[in-house]
């Protein structure tokens, strides 16, 4: 099960289809894995608040994943993002909010699922996982300008 919360009018004032968006990504990225998944659609105060509670790092950022216990299943985890932050990102890369949106879920649900980017080999199968669930959503690789800025 997928639960969509929304804290912050903004996300559904941007993007009134804000919940489905979020909420067809996180299935799309659970793929046949069994749990549930909690996705906060939330201000840039409330995820800076909760990166400096659990993270030490005192500033807004795009997206948060908090993986629950083992011990807490079928819950799997939740996942918080802040809308001004990500809505000045999607301008700043030429996205749309929807497709950016579909693409922080999905990375957020992949780090709960055990993915991770901390080195390059993990980063390039992290990307190419989100890349290939991304294409099934109709989403355009996020990664293309990034990569092509690099050749």
């Not at 909420?23 to 793929?31: D, V």
């Not at 409330?46 to 400096?52: E, I, M, P």
């Not at 932050?85 to 890369?93: F, L, M």
């Not at 993915?115 to 989100?130: P, S």
């Amino acid at each position: 099960m997928i639960e969509v919360e929304i804290d912050s009018e903004a996300w559904t004032e941007a993007l009134p289809e804000a919940a489905a968006i979020a909420e067809r990504a996180a299935s799309a990225a659970l793929g046949t894995v069994e749990g549930d998944v909690v996705v906060l659609l939330a201000d840039d105060a409330a995820v800076q608040d909760l990166n400096a509670r659990f993270r030490d790092k005192d500033r807004p950022t795009n997206v948060l994943s908090f993986p629950a216990a083992e011990s807490a299943f079928p819950h799997l985890g939740d996942v918080v993002l802040g809308y001004a932050y990500c809505a000045a990102e999607a301008q700043a890369q030429g996205k749309t909010l929807s497709d950016h949106l579909s693409h922080l879920v999905v990375h957020g649900v992949l780090h709960l699922l055990g993915r991770d980017h901390e080195d390059d080999a993990e980063a390039e199968e992290m990307e190419g996982e989100e890349r290939e669930i991304l294409g099934e959503l109709g989403v355009a690789d996020p990664y293309a300008v990034e990569h092509e800025g690099a050749a």
